[in-house]
């Protein structure tokens, strides 16, 4: 009698402490944060996995090699990990997808990802999928089996899907059209338009919607935090309006499984159509405007833009995009997989210049993604091999965490030095990566506020 | 150059200079007493607040908070 007495008291006493408190803290109710941020750094690491570390020493970085090296990252200050996608492939960067639910053998197991997940989390750090959903690899099962079945039929017959279901799956056509490919020994042609091994999945098709919420939920199913799509303007080649549908739909049933479910899309492409894409209700979609060496950073590190237009670019993007999403999450980035590296902007010599553009980039609003190596300055550009080189965590002549580079790639002379010297170089850029994302963590409202310029306060 | 980063919680000055030459900025226009919270400097040399100036060396980064 006297404890329930007593237990009711306690509660009176809370609720009256939570009342005083909200009407001591009003602002609490009314602040802006993004649903995505807010937490953390708010940094996402890009790993390239094939190039990154090597655990088992037969030349291709893995996941236990990722493991191996989530100290390395975390203490650099990361909060999250996109990984280029891990599923079984016959391409070196694997985004020709042969089996959506299994993990490629040259990066490990689905044991070794599951654990990957696990220690991600025990330090709470999100993991990120790249998933590829425009097109699969034509050594897909799907691909073969539709190819199959059309080789099989007699000249001038009408493919029947209730006889095979897979040629739904893609776009096939009896005459050539442009970004078809032609089918080798049939009469057939199919929509291609990365390249013949890389056959256009048909997204209209119920059956291979089917397929991606069942390909998401069993991700989502493992634990993972979210998912990078690739080449979203390319789901219906330049149609925005039909991407946005299909954007809404792949995010909508992420959610029905998993509410918090983070994803950003690679729109490659100018700011209004992202922000029409934005009306999808996406997280995130990559600031392309700001990236490369034809983005805003660029132009104003090279002079051939006034410093103003990187605040004011900013501000224009933060109203465009919230005007087509309030809850949008920003997803800046400088270099990617697909662009040149950062060292490759500048001449020898202007370490200060290279520090400042990446600084741009992390000071930015949302998610900020970081290309691994950046962090050291490697250097890489010109074809896509070059771009993807292996991680260079020391110089020892026999490291056995570093990767074979790609094949193809050029003899690339890197201008800075690896992991192992930069670390203990307190003005290495490695360091300035290190106290940059420090100052994104220790102040959260540069991830989550909305930026201004002080107009007339001082020059260029 | 300058930018405000602002919640309701904690806005916050990042002052940045993207050049390879020193700059100095009067913030006397905010009308407010400033502390110099965050300085880095990628060039070696630090930002430095005196009142309301605030002097940036090349490729500095100054974050700022109002008291």
Same mark, same amino acid.
């Given at each position: 009698?006297?404890?329930?007495?007593?237990?009711?008291?306690?509660?009176?006493?809370?609720?009256?402490?939570?009342?005083?408190?909200?009407?001591?803290?009003?602002?609490?109710?009314?602040?802006?944060?993004?649903?995505?941020?807010?937490?953390?750094?708010?940094?996402?690491?890009?790993?390239?996995?094939?190039?990154?570390?090597?655990?088992?020493?037969?030349?291709?970085?893995?996941?236990?090699? $990722?493991?191996?090296?989530?100290?390395?990252?975390? *203490?650099? +200050?990361? #909060?999250?990990?996109? /990984?280029?996608? !891990?599923?079984?492939?016959?391409?070196?960067?694997?985004?020709?997808?042969?089996?959506?639910?299994?993990?490629?053998?040259?990066?490990?197991?689905?044991?070794?990802?599951?654990?990957?997940?696990?220690?991600?989390?025990?330090?709470?750090?999100?993991?990120?999928?790249?998933?590829?959903?425009?097109?699969?690899?034509?050594?897909?099962?799907?691909?073969?089996?539709?190819?199959?079945?059309?080789?099989?039929?007699?000249?001038?017959?009408?493919?029947?899907?209730?006889?095979?279901?897979?040629?739904?799956?893609?776009?096939?056509?009896?005459?050539?059209?442009?970004?078809?490919?032609?089918?080798?020994?049939?009469?057939?042609?199919?929509?291609?338009?990365?390249?013949?091994?890389?056959?256009?999945?048909?997204?209209?098709?119920?059956?291979?919607?089917?397929? $991606?919420?069942?390909?998401?939920?069993?991700?989502? *199913?493992? +634990?993972? #935090?979210?998912?990078? /799509?690739?080449? !979203?303007?390319?789901?219906?080649?330049?149609?925005?309006?039909?991407?946005?549908?299909?954007?809404?739909?792949?995010?909508?049933?992420?959610?029905?499984?998993?509410?918090?479910?983070?994803?950003?899309?690679?729109?490659?492409?100018?700011?209004?159509?992202?922000?029409?894409?934005?009306?999808?209700?996406?997280?995130?979609?990559?600031?392309?405007?700001?990236?490369?060496?034809?983005?805003?950073?660029?132009?104003?590190?090279?002079?051939?833009?006034?410093?103003?237009?990187?605040?004011?670019?900013?501000?224009?993007?933060?109203?465009?995009?919230?005007?087509?999403?309030?809850?949008?999450?920003?997803?800046?980035?400088?270099?990617?997989?697909?662009?040149?590296?950062?060292?490759?902007?500048?001449?020898?010599?202007?370490?200060?210049?290279?520090?400042?553009?990446?600084?741009?980039?992390?000071?930015?609003?949302?998610?900020?993604?970081?290309?691994?190596?950046?962090?050291?300055?490697?250097?890489?550009?010109?074809?896509?091999?070059?771009?993807?080189?292996?991680?260079?965590?020391?110089?020892?002549?026999?490291?056995?965490?570093?990767?074979?580079?790609?094949?193809?790639?050029?003899?690339?002379?890197?201008?800075?030095?690896?992991?192992?010297?930069?670390?203990?170089?307190?003005?290495?850029?490695?360091?300035?990566?290190?106290?940059?994302?420090?100052?994104?963590?220790?102040?959260?409202?540069?991830?989550?506020?909305?930026?201004?310029?002080?107009?007339?306060?001082?020059?260029? | 150059?300058?930018?405000?980063?602002?919640?309701?919680?904690?806005?916050?000055?990042?002052?940045?200079?993207?050049?390879?030459?020193?700059?100095?900025?009067?913030?006397?226009?905010?009308?407010?007493?400033?502390?110099?919270?965050?300085?880095?400097?990628?060039?070696?040399?630090?930002?430095?607040?005196?009142?309301?100036?605030?002097?940036?060396?090349?490729?500095?980064?100054?974050?700022?908070?109002?008291?």
């Amino acid at each position: 009698m006297f404890t329930d007495r007593l237990r009711r008291i306690l509660i009176a006493v809370v609720l009256v402490l939570l009342v005083l408190i909200s009407r001591f803290f009003p602002q609490t109710q009314d602040v802006f944060v993004s649903s995505k941020t807010a937490s953390g750094s708010n940094t996402v690491y890009e790993i390239f996995v094939g190039s990154f570390c090597d655990s088992d020493h037969d030349g291709t970085g893995d996941l236990n090699g $990722i493991r191996s090296k989530l100290d390395y990252i975390q *203490g650099l +200050g990361f #909060d999250q990990i996109w /990984l280029t996608p !891990v599923h079984p492939s016959d391409t070196y960067h694997k985004y020709d997808v042969k089996d959506y639910c299994a993990i490629d053998p040259s990066f490990g197991t689905m044991a070794d990802y599951e654990a990957l997940l696990a220690d991600c989390h025990s330090r709470g750090m999100r993991v990120l999928m790249d998933l590829v959903l425009n097109h699969t690899s034509s050594a897909h099962p799907w691909f073969q089996q539709a190819a199959a079945y059309l080789r099989s039929l007699p000249a001038g017959a009408v493919p029947d899907e209730r006889e095979c279901r897979y040629i739904s799956y893609y776009r096939f056509s009896a005459e050539a059209q442009d970004g078809y490919a032609p089918l080798a020994d049939s009469q057939w042609y199919y929509e291609a338009r990365f390249w013949s091994g890389m056959p256009d999945l048909n997204l209209d098709s119920p059956l291979v919607r089917e397929e $991606i919420e069942e390909i998401a939920a069993f991700w989502l *199913g493992k +634990g993972v #935090d979210g998912f990078r /799509l690739d080449a !979203v303007t390319s789901y219906y080649t330049n149609e925005t309006e039909h991407n946005t549908e299909f954007m809404r739909y792949f995010c909508d049933t992420c959610r029905a499984i998993k509410s918090d479910c983070y994803i950003v899309g690679e729109a490659w492409t100018d700011r209004n159509t992202i922000a029409s894409l934005y009306e999808s209700g996406i997280d995130s979609l990559f600031d392309f405007p700001f990236a490369d060496t034809g983005g805003v950073i660029a132009g104003v590190m090279s002079g051939q833009r006034p410093a103003r237009d990187y605040v004011r670019e900013m501000i224009a993007s933060e109203e465009l995009f919230s005007r087509a999403n309030p809850d949008y999450t920003d997803a800046p980035f400088y270099t990617n997989h697909d662009t040149g590296r950062n060292a490759d902007h500048f001449q020898p010599g202007q370490t200060a210049a290279l520090k400042m553009a990446y600084a741009m980039s992390l000071l930015m609003r949302g998610n900020s993604f970081v290309y691994y190596g950046e962090e050291i300055g490697m250097n890489g550009s010109g074809r896509d091999e070059n771009k993807r080189g292996a991680m260079y965590w020391s110089n020892l002549a026999d490291d056995p965490d570093i990767c074979s580079p790609p094949a193809g790639m050029d003899y690339i002379q890197l201008q800075y030095p690896p992991v192992s010297v930069q670390m203990n170089d307190p003005d290495s850029i490695l360091n300035w990566f290190r106290s940059v994302i420090t100052l994104r963590s220790k102040y959260p409202v540069i991830a989550s506020g909305r930026s201004a310029e002080v107009e007339g306060a001082c020059s260029e | 150059m300058f930018i405000r980063y602002d919640d309701v919680h904690e806005p916050v000055l990042l002052a940045m200079n993207l050049r390879d030459h020193d700059t100095e900025c009067d913030l006397s226009i905010l009308n407010e007493k400033l502390e110099l919270a965050e300085a880095l400097g990628a060039a070696g040399r630090l930002p430095t607040l005196n009142g309301s100036k605030v002097h940036l060396p090349a490729y500095s980064i100054a974050l700022i908070l109002g008291e």
